[in-house]
């Protein structure tokens, strides 16, 4: 069985090997969009700019769900 790491403040649930993989294959698709979004930025290719920010937004929504899920989500920055 594979061993579960806990915070020390308990606040999020069991973060195991699956945790781990699933989180690097969130990360490897966020890095991926944002790849395609860096490419048409530099490009100045306008409709493939639109698709892959909205690409690289689902990603980074993905990969955020995924951690509140597992209670580590970030909490919102205070603004001044």
Known sequence: MPEAHYP???AARGVDDHFFR????LLDAEDKAFDELEHAYEDGDRAHFEVDLAAWRTA?????TF???HGLGAAPLAVR
Not at 60 to 64: D, G, N, T, V
């Open 8 to 10: 020390a403040n308990g």
């Open 60 to 64: 980074l929504e993905k990969r955020a």
């Open 22 to 25: 699933r989180y690097r294959e």
């Open 67 to 69: 951690l509140e899920r």
